[in-house]
């Protein structure tokens, strides 16, 4: 859950930077990071489950990430009331 909120931080500082393109690190793993570059930042991939990743766009993955954690929120009210 803390990635899909860390990445709805990055798509508001991609918004609200107005950025085209991007210069960024890479978790490899371990802590091992790698510098990307992105050219263009109107899409996005997205792990959605399962390992399978989608092509979205900002608002797409915006919103994917609100369901997403409204979603776990809901479960967890769920599991706590039983």
Same mark, same amino acid.
Not at 42 to 55: A, D, T
């Given at each position: 859950?803390?990635?899909?909120?860390?990445?709805?931080?990055?798509?508001?500082?991609?918004?609200?930077?107005?950025?085209?393109?991007?210069?960024?690190?890479?978790?490899?793993?371990?802590?091992?990071?790698?510098?990307?570059?992105?050219?263009?930042? !109107? @899409?996005?991939?997205?792990? %959605?489950?399962?390992?399978?990743?989608?092509? $979205?766009? &900002?608002?797409?993955?915006? !919103? @994917?990430?609100?369901?997403? %954690?409204?979603?776990?929120?809901?479960?967890? $009210?769920? &599991?706590?009331?039983?």
């Amino acid at each position: 859950m803390s990635e899909y909120l860390k990445l709805k931080t990055h798509i508001e500082t991609i918004r609200s930077q107005n950025l085209d393109e991007l210069e960024t690190k890479v978790d490899l793993g371990s802590n091992f990071y790698a510098k990307a570059f992105v050219p263009d930042t !109107e @899409f996005l991939f997205v792990n %959605v489950g399962f390992g399978f990743h989608l092509q $979205m766009t &900002l608002n797409e993955a915006d !919103e @994917f990430i609100d369901q997403k %954690v409204y979603g776990a929120l809901m479960e967890a $009210m769920n &599991l706590s009331d039983k």
